[in-house]
């Protein structure tokens, strides 16, 4: 099938489920979805010519993995988005069964994209690093595979990141190798055409690491205060206490790169967030010099099939869009500051005091709203928010823990993700129609989680097992 036939029945699925989709109380306000079918990572994020670009990986004949294309999003600010025509489809022999996650660069005035394309043959598959080009941003040329699968490793060979340091261009990709590690492999080049493969330049019994997953996906890599951050989504890793307790994991290393080479002194792992929902997370730096990442709200495990959005022919959304700052050793994320043009109407403002005998102060949350609370002087008193009846954020100091918990939308039970914590000073949270995102002071830890309450339920409580002092601030949000 040629890409016109494939944008024919892509435009027809997507009205086909128009009705269906009107009629959602879970289709996000001011989150980046699919219009039907599946979203998963997201791709290709750049500022070209003053826009804002994320493609994504899209399936948008059903709401499993199957063949995937590039759904494309334009934005001038972060906030308003329209959305394109896909920008790639699995239409040739070398991407046939899905055109897999990639990287956009801009060189001599044209959109470059780069991603894998993938080719089974029975039980057998087939991968290429391909690259495609637009004079426009929207309309793309195919130019083929530049990179063939290397030795040393299984077909599971994808996701490319390219950058430019110094007058050369690099890619990242991630990789398993034929012992089943995970790896991610190093290339470069002069002219975006011809590579040359430099080896692996982190990965499983690596840079002091011994086996640490079976394979790595979606790898980043950048420069920030003269330090080299990779960013990479393991799968393979065990829970290790309150860590790695999703079934993949997204996060990043700190070192030093020593250009040009497979060099590539690192610390140990840290993850991304600390929520049910977060995955294959990329960045891109805009024309303000900021690091903005946006990460995939999801992740391919058992609860996936239960989500209720299916049921209305689509499912998954992206994160919203955060800028990143080094600190030390950890990496913070903030929302975008252009976020501020969702406030429609400020609905509180004020200091709050819980008191003892389980005195609680209780609010309502609009469909869309953005919550401030900061905490004066805390001490032993457990601080517990409890948002829409389904989903709890539970700080201890005494165990230096914060807790988010839900309810499962597969069977109801309450499942939680924690993270130590010393001590809680701010808690920032957006909250959609069906998902929550929480910044804890100041983006030292993040909670990313879709949930699904009843969509009359609208109850904010804060409780105390003792006594606590509150600042809340709260706005509705629209778009």
């Not at 290709?44 to 399936?59: A, E, K, P, T």
């Not at 040329?141 to 077909?155: M, R, S």
């Amino acid at each position: 099938m040629n890409q016109q036939e494939w944008l024919q029945q892509v435009a027809a699925k997507v009205k086909e489920n128009e009705e269906n989709r009107k009629k959602d109380p879970y289709r996000l306000l001011f989150h980046l979805m699919p219009p039907v079918g599946l979203l998963n990572d997201p791709n290709g994020l750049i500022q070209y010519r003053g826009r804002y670009h994320v493609f994504y990986q899209w399936n948008p004949f059903a709401t499993s993995h199957g063949p995937k294309f590039w759904g494309h999003y334009i934005s001038d600010d972060l906030v308003h988005w329209e959305e394109k025509p896909p920008a790639l489809t699995p239409t040739e022999w070398y991407d046939k069964h899905g055109c897999y996650s990639g990287s956009a660069i801009e060189e001599a005035g044209k959109l470059l994209l780069f991603y894998t394309g993938n080719v089974k043959k029975g039980e057998q598959r087939e991968t290429y690093q391909c690259a495609a080009v637009s004079d426009n941003g929207v309309q793309f040329e195919k130019e083929g595979p530049v990179i063939l699968l290397p030795a040393g490793f299984t077909a599971h060979f994808r996701d490319p990141k390219v950058w430019k340091r110094n007058d050369r261009w690099y890619m990242v990709v991630g990789a398993q190798t034929i012992k089943e590690e995970g790896v991610v492999v190093l290339f470069s080049s002069s002219d975006l055409r011809n590579w040359h493969y430099k080896g692996p330049i982190a990965g499983s019994c690596m840079n002091g690491l011994g086996h640490f997953g079976y394979m790595w996906e979606c790898p980043d890599f950048f420069q920030m205060d003269d330090k080299d951050i990779l960013l990479v989504s393991p799968q393979g890793l065990k829970p290790d206490g309150y860590r790695y307790e999703n079934l993949f994991q997204s996060g990043y290393f700190i070192g030093e790169w020593k250009e040009g080479t497979t060099e590539f002194a690192h610390g140990e792992f840290s993850e991304l967030d600390r929520g049910f929902d977060f995955y294959a997370a990329q960045t891109f730096k805009d024309e303000q010099g900021r690091r903005i990442m946006i990460g995939w709200m999801g992740i391919t495990d058992e609860q996936e099939l239960f989500q209720p959005t299916i049921k209305k022919g689509w499912v998954h959304a992206l994160t919203l869009p955060r800028e990143l700052v080094l600190e030390g050793t950890k990496l913070l994320q903030k929302p975008v500051v252009e976020l501020m043009k969702l406030r429609r109407k400020e609905t509180f403002h004020g200091h709050v005091s819980l008191g003892m005998n389980g005195k609680t102060w209780g609010g309502i949350c609009e469909e869309a709203s953005e919550i401030k609370v900061q905490f004066d002087e805390l001490g032993e008193e457990k601080i517990e928010i409890e948002i829409r009846g389904n989903v709890t954020l539970l700080f201890c100091p005494i165990k230096k823990l914060f807790t988010l918990r839900r309810k499962s939308y597969k069977d109801g039970a309450v499942e939680s993700r924690t993270c130590e914590l010393l001590r809680l000073e701010d808690v920032h949270i957006f909250l959609d129609t069906s998902s929550l995102e929480v910044f804890i002071n100041g983006g030292q830890e993040v909670f990313t989680a879709r949930f699904f309450a009843d969509p009359e339920e609208r109850s904010i409580v804060f409780k105390t097992n003792g006594r606590a002092n509150l600042f809340i601030q709260k706005w509705k949000l629209g778009n």
